[in-house]
């Protein structure tokens, strides 16, 4: 079966369960279990040309720029691991159909577990360790999920949060590492890189390397000082902790480093960092391990006391110590996933995992007993055991090890590590099902059936045929894996029981008289330990994410306060300090053109200006104030733009002045008339501080602009000259708004359109809130003068809004040739309307209003667009405009030009947006009790003369 | 000559009569005095924009003017309806 | 400004523009000089459009005499003004009377009703309704 | 000749003016020309990007001036990709709109949701500088609308906030383009990249000013520290279809910085040379450890998409201030995958909020919401995304950009900072999904029943976030092809004489007449 | 008919003298387009102005504008020496109630307009019932000579052109 | 001339600053518009600046000032004037809704005495 097959299949079987469910909880784990064993025999197709040292190879490319390949490729090692998870995964599958109870959702369990196992099988498979990486994080990512299996339980949840949060740094820093191992070696494909040796030991970045990727392993595999995750994810049903936290994962750090150590190992670095890690965290967790009382957490800290075992092997850097790692993963996945799973069936029984409160389970359990019987002296190293064989060449590799030239040290440790397991071993089996029947336990314990027995049963039979027949049994398998980790000569090595009498057999003696001792007295010790003050690794790790998290909030929160005032002086500061750097980087332009003289009207409208600015800081709290001289500034700048030859400008600046203080006197009468004073003096100055600083800058940036030239001639100068015989206009700002950059104008009348719609939109959600009815029902101002609509005021608008829209017409049609256009025709018949609303009010006018502002609105948008498209029939781009003259006695000739047709879109639109804003403005003044008045003013003496003499 | 110097002495009357509105805006005891002086201001203005198309001896400032005009005299009136009755278009 | 113009041409167009400069410097300081806010509001309202008046009249002439054409602009200019002038007027007196002014201070008007501003719209709803305008 | 350029512009435009005439009150009947149109933008934009793989740059003069005197728009494989990546995103957001109703919840939602397409697609395609200035304000103003779509007093107040922001970027804007034009006379990009690189040494002061403003101001739509104030409020804020639209938005300002610094202040225009790339790559850091930060310090979960979102910018743009062809490549690809990874994620947000009784979206412990699984799903998916965890493009994405900082002197600090950030962001999402959705609280028997607020029926809402999950799958799967494309894209992008050359010396729509005559132009 | 083409003639005439004004020069070309705009602009408008006052005596118009461009020239001269020479202390203002017999909107809008246009007086507001107008004099030492004098001078006339 | 031009705008953008910096909505929509008001006539500026010689063609000047930004300004102007009128209706909203005017978020939600004025 073709490599990638194999670890797609538990990624496509990840989809059965979840459909097989509904069909029985059997069925489901058949279809699961099948979807393992098709891989599994897939695998096991391979097996006779690896063991015939042939390397299976697949390849996919998937982003050859970033060199990322699905590129698979089996050896020993591969094989060896993938064997592993693929069969003790079948097994799981199986217990766990048993394990599982009716409430728990084994659908999702199952889904899991596969998305698991096929990481798992990616990560053993992968040639490209960019996709070896990217099968890594997986597994921290199924396993945060079946760690968190039982979310109802607090500490599932935190488990699997450390987990990920520990394991997944690890992935991270490993990420770093692969990146430089490849960029050393110029190839991301583990089989280029297991070629270069040389060349990475010599590269500067080697120990940057070794350390990330060390990271990674030794965090996947609890590696002292990050072992302290792995009992807290026992919070998982027991089948994980048997699959993910024995047999699989936590080896996957020991895989890599095998599958590395051709090109990593062998350098001091390597072996002081590598195998004195394995060393403390071999007696470490053995230490701990005797004084747990969980079953679970005993067999975690075995687990992690054999992981630091097996990294210390592999740490040693000598060929035969990688044998002894390899054959140590074989026997420690054994029997330990025995265990588990005898854990497990123990707890189900008796419903705890207490060993202070089990005992005499001999009888109630036989058969349980006696597979934990085997799998437990196998891992206490008792001869006929594979354990047994595995911690012999163990400690002879040991001996073989010196630390800093001293020839005894690690040996003692080694010693004394097994001198541990050999109790916690012991302990194990006695104090749990040894010594006298209780009647005190939870439940009434038994043998559970076949179905959940036979998996461990399976793996002890293998833990004894292996321990007396290991050459037979994993002789090639052995000798091809480690072929793979050495990657190149065997060295001499025998599987046997009987190596002779060496030092290794007398440590192990050591080791396992001083185990019956300490065992012996336990019971002293486990009160002196637990009087023992300790460091509680979990405590420190919610200690130490409960601080992260914290100080993450407060700088979030700090940071991100809401506070406007805040976020726009920090954007002025930013704004003013990078402009002034930039500006000091570079030349300043010469100040090459002659400064003009000062006229009189000019330094008149200057001081007026200055004199408007300046009061309208002091007097910004007296809002209506501030407001009229905001007019006055708007005022001087219109006059100052006619000044200076833009009457165009100086038009729509001062219709769209008034507007805008109808607006905001609209709003103003909502709002407070006064800002308070809020803000110290020392804020006002520090904000007077940066306004000047703005000042300054943008005065200074102005006057180098004015003094200096330009340095190619602007395009202006086209625009000029191709007005006329182009553009067909003579008012040459008209014609580039139409015509060379219509395309603006276009958008520009679309944002006025939109922005009518969203204070329309607005008005009616706030309108149509609470705070509507609020504003309905709010009393009437008792300072309020009568007369509404003054008959002076009416009389006045009838007059004078025609003539409005008379100079509206005038201004719009000259807009092509003199100063003018639709978009300032269309403000003043928008302020000619405002007129007649102010002057009848909004109901009496609105009534009489023909066409909604909405269509005004879109009609303008549609004559714009359609008079850009109409230039398409014509073969030409958007926006093509054309005109001619035309004669129609006796008005004479004139001029009509597609751009005016745009122009009408425009005039419309602006009436259209101007009106709705205020329309919808206004509306925020209605109250309940407000009748629409039938008259267009209130005051009407001529109302009861009798209607002849009106009309007489 | 005469006309330069009468043009002169104008512009300066309306000068000065614009920085008086001016400050008339900022220190009147009561808004219809600000508001009055505001509307006078405008007016003044219109004036210094024809005066500058005499000297300049243009009339392309008609329209500002005209425009000016009719600006100052609704925003008078929006400015007085907010006295009087708050809501300027009910 | 091209000075091709008879002496009486520019003594014309001249004394438009001093008498229009004093008008209008007379109307912007009575602003500041009268008492009360309603005598201040006399000012304005007539010096200033003689004086912008003035002005407009003085230009209207000046192209007449420079460029020869007659132009109407500075005519509509100065029409608009003295139409907007009394209705800025009165709502600005309208607007003295709200804020400054008690309302036993003027005389009381003819009819039954009060002076319109001092009339709530209260008050004014019900006169109607009673129908007390016939 | 060919006008499918400028029709992502025309036709929403020109719905939105249909939509507000023909259909202001019947909100079926919007819905049926929203969907059509984004449908239909969708297809023109594929059409267009089909075009652009040719590898020439479709140029289309409007009013039919020549540049640089007329306005273009331009079509390159750039302008293309970010169109059709709009579109695309468009299509999954109206739906949700509409299956969430969130579209009836106010006024005129369709109509500015077409507007706002209509501004972002112009911004994309505009090649004058002074015409995308015009294009930000049509989509700013829309955004306006659609943040408040639904009112509501924090998200008015919040509304109020993200305008006033950006009317300073939008004055800065200005204050830049005039620089500019004081400076070059021009306005057209081609135009301004040529005349920038021919300045003399002598006067550099006021076009680096212009350099600096301009970045400043693409910094602010791209979140960029300290310029990224306005955002956390504004999406937490912001109606959920909307945030997910504005995942998009942050984007223009990245793909206005890639433009304009690749074109007119290249890495190779002296003047400009020594104040883009340096400073935008530290402020990019920051960025991405700011946001990531937020990630875990979030107590929300609207905030924390947010701060993801801007820890996303950050990621992007460490990869845009590179300037290299490689790190551009993998800025791109970051680019997609982010906007529909935020966007999923703000969806799924909302999916959550509309389910809780509350209507909340604190990161606590609630009552077990309906459909909480499928739910719980999408958010792991979003967020391993949003992360950068694999399997999903996210890895790939980070990777890329990992991969192509290699060279750079600060390298070991980017490094760290990607993936620290990253690890933040893991811890934070697991810590606010666990929180959500595996520690419910379970109700007294008594008020389960009313306790559980009815789902929202539609499922709608559920194909259009599914939509996003697809894309991002789809972007993983095809990651080979679609770097293959973007890496065609950024050398397009670094080879600024073809670009210059097809907007300046582009062949007349109308055989070029001698000398222009009345009625008609040349 | 005609009402319905003209509902205000004289609106429409002002109208066609403004066009002349704006473009500032007088062809038939213009006073063509002029008056078709003076036609369509009253009839867009006409929903405004509703009700349509006939004027009586238009002839009188143009000795009611003669006599108050008179005035409105000694009144400003009257009113800048009254703010140049007389002492604040010394002025009389005063407030005069006029009581009105003109009734129609238009003409008491004209009649205010003149009272404010000239001599010194300010028309100030209407009474609710708009039978009379409040007016304000700036130096007036007899109020009831100012009423007088403004119904001889200008009501009577209006009353003429109006009703 | 130039100077005059330059230090008015200065002062504008001074002033819109402060404004600005201010913590109710209506003095900073109104420093808002002072810099509106400046970075137009900056805009404008950038074209340089000349006396009565408006881009007309009609009136037969030997040269005429620079059209295009005042073109510029005058989409500007527009633009403006629309987000304008937006930030003043939504601060009027939040005000009406929320009760006070304040422009910080984490601040001003006591003041709702005053609403309703
Ligand atoms: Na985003
Ligand atoms: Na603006």
């Not at chain 4, 003069?61 to 494989?77: C, H, K, Q, T, Y």
């Not at chain 6, 109104?30 to 010689?53: C, D, E, K, P, Q």
Request: aromatic content about 10%.
């Amino acid at each position: 079966m073709s490599l990638i097959l194999i670890a797609a299949l538990p990624f496509l079987g990840a989809l059965l369960p979840g459909l097989m469910i509904r069909s029985g909880r059997t069925a489901c784990a058949w279809a699961t279990a099948s979807v393992t064993l098709a891989a599994l025999i897939g695998l096991l197709v391979h097996a006779p040309a690896v063991m015939r040292g042939e390397v299976i190879q697949y390849q996919l490319e998937w982003m050859p720029m970033l060199g990322l390949n699905v590129n698979f490729f089996l050896d020993g090692l591969g094989l060896l691991f993938a064997g592993l998870i693929l069969g003790i995964g079948l097994l799981i599958i199986i217990y766990a159909r048993f394990y599982l109870s009716r409430n728990d959702p084994m659908g999702q369990f199952y889904t899991y577990l596969l998305l698991f196992q096929g990481a798992m099988v990616g990560i053993v498979l992968s040639d490209n360790v960019l996709m070896m990486l990217i099968f890594w994080e997986l597994t921290s990512l199924s396993s945060f999920l079946l760690i968190g299996y039982w979310k109802h339980l607090p500490e599932g949840r935190q488990g699997a949060r450390m987990a990920l949060a520990v394991t997944g740094m690890g992935g991270l820093a490993l990420i770093g590492g692969m990146l430089i191992l490849g960029n050393i070696v110029g190839s991301y494909d583990l089989t280029v890189i297991l070629q270069n040796k040389d060349l990475i030991q010599a590269s500067p970045l080697y120990l940057p390397a070794l350390i990330l990727i060390l990271l990674g392993c030794f965090t996947k595999s609890a590696q002292f000082p990050f072992h302290f995750w792995l009992p807290h994810a026992m919070a998982a049903p027991t089948p994980v902790s048997a699959y993910l936290h024995s047999a699989t994962m936590v080896k996957a750090g020991l895989f890599l480093m095998a599958r590395l150590w051709p090109v990593l190992a062998g350098t001091p670095e390597w072996f002081y960092i590598v195998a004195t890690t394995g060393l403390i965290t071999m007696v470490l967790g053995a230490v701990i391990a005797l004084f747990k009382d969980d079953l679970k957490a005993l067999l975690a800290f075995s687990t992690v006391s054999h992981l630091g075992l097996i990294t210390m092997l592999l740490g040693f850097g000598t060929p035969f110590a990688a044998v002894v790692a390899v054959f140590h993963i074989i026997n420690h996945a054994t029997f330990k996933a025995a265990l588990f799973m005898s854990a497990g069936i123990v707890d189900h029984e008796t419903h705890t995992r207490d060993i202070k409160r089990l005992g005499g389970l001999r009888h109630l359990m036989p058969v349980t007993f006696t597979i934990v019987m085997v799998a437990g002296l196998s891992m206490a190293g008792i001869p006929l055991f594979n354990g047994f064989l595995s911690k012999e060449m163990m400690l002879d590799a040991a001996t073989e090890a010196p630390w800093d030239g001293n020839h005894w040290i690690v040996p003692a440790l080694a010693t004394l590590g097994a001198l541990f397991s050999v109790a916690y071993s012991f302990r194990l089996i006695e104090h749990t099902f040894l010594g006298p029947k209780r009647d005190d336990y939870p439940a009434k314990p038994h043998d559970p059936g076949f179905g959940m027995w036979a998996p461990p049963a399976l793996l002890a039979v293998l833990v004894v045929l292996i321990g007396i027949m290991p050459a037979l049994m994993v002789g090639p398998l052995v000798a091809t894996a480690s072929g793979a980790v050495i990657g190149g000569e065997l060295p001499y090595y025998s599987l046997k029981i009987w190596h002779g009498v060496n030092a290794a057999l007398f440590m192990s003696i050591a080791a396992v008289a001083g185990g019956l001792v300490l065992l012996a007295m336990h019971r002293p010790l486990d009160a002196a330990w637990i009087r023992a003050r300790r460091p509680e690794a979990k405590a420190i790790f919610d200690a130490l994410m409960g601080t992260v998290t914290g100080a993450a909030k407060a700088l979030t929160d700090g940071l991100h306060n809401g506070a406007m005032t805040r976020y726009a002086s920090v954007f002025t500061l930013a704004v003013i300090l990078a402009g002034s750097a930039a500006w000091f980087g570079g030349t300043a332009p010469a100040p090459v053109r002659e400064v003009m003289a000062i006229g009189p009207v000019p330094l008149i409208g200057w001081i007026l200006l200055i004199v408007a600015t300046g009061c309208m800081v002091a007097f910004h709290r007296n809002r209506l104030l501030s407001l009229v001289l905001m007019g006055i500034v708007g005022l001087i700048v219109s006059v100052a733009f006619a000044y200076m030859s833009a009457p165009d400008l100086a038009l729509t600046q001062i219709s769209v002045e008034v507007v805008t203080i109808i607006l905001l006197l609209l709003a103003l009468n909502f709002l407070p008339k006064h800002t308070p004073v809020e803000s110290s003096n020392a804020r006002r100055f520090r904000d007077g501080t940066i306004a000047v600083l703005g000042g300054l800058a943008v005065g200074g940036l102005t006057l180098a602009m004015l003094l200096s030239d330009f340095s190619q001639e602007s395009i202006s100068a086209f625009h000029l000259a191709n007005s006329k015989p182009g553009g067909g206009g003579t008012n040459v700002v008209n014609v580039i708004l139409v015509d060379f950059r219509g395309f603006d104008t276009f958008g520009e009348i679309i944002v006025l359109g939109i922005a009518a719609l969203v204070i329309f939109a607005m008005t009616e959600s706030v309108l149509g809130s609470p705070v509507g009815a609020w504003l309905k029902q709010r009393p009437i101002n008792p300072n309020e003068a009568g007369d509404r609509h003054p008959l002076m005021m009416v009389v006045a608008t009838r007059v004078m809004m025609p003539i409005a829209l008379m100079v509206g017409v005038f201004i719009f049609l000259r807009g092509h040739n003199e100063p003018g256009g639709g978009f300032i025709a269309g403000l003043i018949v928008a302020i000619a309307i405002v007129m007649q609303y102010m002057a009848s009010g909004f109901d009496w006018a609105a009534a009489r209003q023909r066409y909604p502002y909405h269509m005004i609105i879109a009609l303008g948008v549609f004559a714009a667009a359609l008079t850009g498209i109409g230039s398409w029939f014509a073969g030409r781009p958007f926006l093509t405009s054309n005109y001619g003259y035309f004669q129609i006695p006796p008005m004479g000739e004139f001029e009509l030009a597609t751009a005016m047709a745009f122009d009408v879109g425009v005039f419309l639109c602006v009436v259209g947006a101007v009106m709705l804003a205020l329309e919808s403005l206004s509306r925020f003044a209605h109250r309940a009790g407000d009748r629409p008045s039938p008259y267009p003013m209130d005051i009407d003496p001529s109302r009861d003369l009798p209607q002849e003499a009106k009309d007489a | 000559m005469i006309l330069s110097y009468a043009l002169i002495f104008t512009t300066g009357c309306f000068a000065l009569a614009l920085l008086m509105n001016l400050w008339r805006v900022v220190s009147a005891p009561g808004v219809p005095d600000r508001i009055l002086a505001l509307d006078t201001m405008v007016i003044n203005f219109i004036a210094i924009l024809v005066l500058y198309g005499i000297i300049e001896g243009t009339a392309v400032y008609f329209e500002a003017s005209i425009l000016i005009a009719m600006v100052g005299f609704i925003s008078t009136v929006a400015y007085a309806r907010f006295m009087l009755r708050g809501n300027i278009i009910e | 400004m091209n000075a091709d113009m008879a002496l009486w041409q520019e003594i014309t167009v001249a004394a438009f523009l001093v008498i229009a400069g004093v008008f209008g410097l007379v109307g912007s300081f009575g602003l500041i000089k009268l008492p009360d806010p309603m005598t201040r509001l006399h000012a304005p309202t007539k010096a200033t459009t003689l004086g912008v008046g003035g002005v407009l009249i003085a230009s209207m002439l000046y192209f007449f005499f420079a460029k020869g054409h007659l132009s109407f602009h500075e005519l509509m200019i100065t029409l608009f003004l003295f139409l907007t002038a009394p209705i800025t007027a009165h709502f600005l007196a309208k607007a003295n009377l709200h804020t400054d002014v008690k309302r036993d201070e003027v005389p009381p008007p003819a009819g039954d009703r009060p002076w319109a501003g001092f009339e709530s719209d209260a008050a004014r709803q019900i006169a109607e309704d009673k129908g007390t305008q016939g | 000749m060919n006008h499918w350029i400028v029709a992502p512009i025309l036709l929403p435009a020109v719905m939105a003016a249909v939509i507000i005439l023909a259909a202001r009150y019947q909100v079926a009947l919007q819905r049926v020309f929203s969907v059509a149109s984004t449908v239909a933008l969708l297809g023109i934009a594929i059409g267009l990007l089909v075009k652009s793989m040719s590898g020439d740059i479709g140029v289309y003069e409007l009013g039919n001036w020549p540049a640089p005197f007329g306005i273009v728009l331009v079509l390159d494989r750039l302008s293309a990709t970010m169109v059709t990546l709009t579109a695309a995103l468009a299509v999954a957001v109206v739906l949700y709109a509409i299956g969430s109703g969130w579209d009836k919840r106010g006024h005129h939602f369709h109509a500015l949701f077409q507007f706002q397409l209509m501004g972002i697609f112009g911004a994309f395609l505009t090649g004058d500088a002074f015409n995308l200035f015009v294009f930000f304000e049509v989509l700013l103003i829309a955004s306006y609308g659609l943040m408040i779509h639904g009112g509501g007093a924090v998200r008015l107040r919040a509304g109020v906030q993200y305008v006033l922001y950006n009317l300073l970027g939008s004055t800065l804007f200005l204050f830049a383009l005039g620089t500019i034009y004081a400076v070059t006379g021009t306005l057209n990009m081609a135009d301004l990249a040529q005349r920038v690189a021919e300045l003399p040494a002598d006067d550099t002061a006021m076009i680096r000013v212009a350099a600096i403003l301009l970045l400043l101001v693409f910094a602010v739509k791209a979140a960029l520290i300290p310029l990224h104030f306005w955002l956390p409020a504004t999406y937490a804020e912001a109606p959920a279809p909307i945030a997910a639209l504005f995942a998009v938005m942050t984007k223009i300002g990245a793909y206005a910085i890639i433009r304009m610094y690749t074109l007119v202040f290249g890495p190779d225009v002296a003047a400009t040379a020594d104040i883009v790339g340096p400073w935008l790559m530290p402020a990019a850091v920051v960025t991405l450890i700011i946001g990531m930060i937020g990630v875990l310090g979030a107590s929300h979960m609207g905030r924390l998409a947010a701060f993801a979102a801007v820890g996303s910018m950050g990621t992007l743009l460490i990869a845009v201030a590179l300037f290299t062809p490689q790190a551009t490549t993998a800025a791109l690809y970051y680019m997609i995958h982010s906007t529909l990874a935020g966007a999923a994620l703000f969806l799924v947000v909302d999916m959550v909020r509309a389910r809780r009784t509350a209507e909340d979206d604190i990161i606590a412990s609630r009552p077990a919401i309906a459909q909480n699984g499928l739910i719980a799903a999408y958010f792991f998916a979003a967020a391993i995304a949003m992360a950068g965890m694999p399997p999903l493009s996210g890895f790939l994405g980070k990777l890329l950009v990992l991969d192509a900082v290699r060279a750079h002197d600060m390298v070991w600090v980017i490094w760290a900072a990607i993936l620290v950030g990253s690890l933040i962001a893991v811890v934070g999402f697991a810590r606010a999904g666990s929180m959500v959705f595996w520690k419910v609280e379970t109700p007294p028997e008594g008020e389960a029943s009313e306790a559980e607020p009815s789902p929202p029926a539609a499922a709608l809402p559920f194909v259009a976030t599914g939509g996003l999950m697809a894309g991002i799958v789809a972007l993983t799967v095809f990651a080979g092809p679609v770097t293959a494309f973007l890496s065609d894209t950024s050398a397009q992008i670094f080879d600024r004489e073809a670009y210059i050359a097809a907007v300046l010396e582009t062949p007349r729509a109308i055989e070029a007449e001698s000398l222009p005559h009345e009625g008609t132009k040349k | 008919m005609i009402a319905r083409i003209l509902p205000h003639p004289l609106l429409t005439l002002t109208l066609v003298v403004v066009w002349q004004m704006l473009v500032n020069y007088v062809s038939l070309g213009t006073l063509v387009f002029g008056l078709i705009l003076g036609i369509v602009i009253p009839l867009i408008t006409a929903p405004y102005w509703p009700d349509r006052p006939r004027l009586k005596n238009p002839a009188m118009i143009v000795e009611f504008i003669l006599v108050v461009l008179y005035d409105i020239v000694v009144a400003n001269i009257v009113v800048a020496k009254t703010i140049l020479f007389t002492h604040n202390t010394a002025m009389h203002p005063a407030w005069v109630s006029i009581p009105l017999d003109l009734r129609t909107p238009e003409a008491i809008t004209v009649l205010a307009g003149t009272i404010t246009m000239t001599p010194g007086t300010v028309s100030s507001d209407v009474a609710a019932d708009g039978r009379s107008l409040l007016v304000h004099c700036l130096d007036a030492p007899d109020p009831d000579a100012v009423r007088d004098e403004i119904k001889q001078r200008y009501e009577r006339r209006l009353k003429e052109i109006f009703e | 001339m130039e100077y005059l031009l330059a230090t008015a705008i200065g002062a504008m953008t001074a002033a819109g600053i402060y404004l600005l910096l201010r913590q109710r909505t209506f003095p900073v929509i109104l420093g808002i518009s002072m810099l509106t008001y400046a970075v137009n006539l900056f805009l404008f500026a950038s074209g340089r600046i000349a006396i009565n010689l408006p881009p007309v063609l009609l009136n037969k000047t030997p040269t005429y000032t620079d059209p295009l930004p005042q073109a510029l300004v005058l989409t500007a102007i527009v633009i403006s004037f629309g987000m304008t009128a937006v930030v003043v209706l939504m601060g009027l909203g939040a005000y009406l809704s929320a009760r006070t005017d304040h422009v910080n978020l984490n601040e001003g939600q006591d003041d709702s005495a005053e609403a309703g004025k």
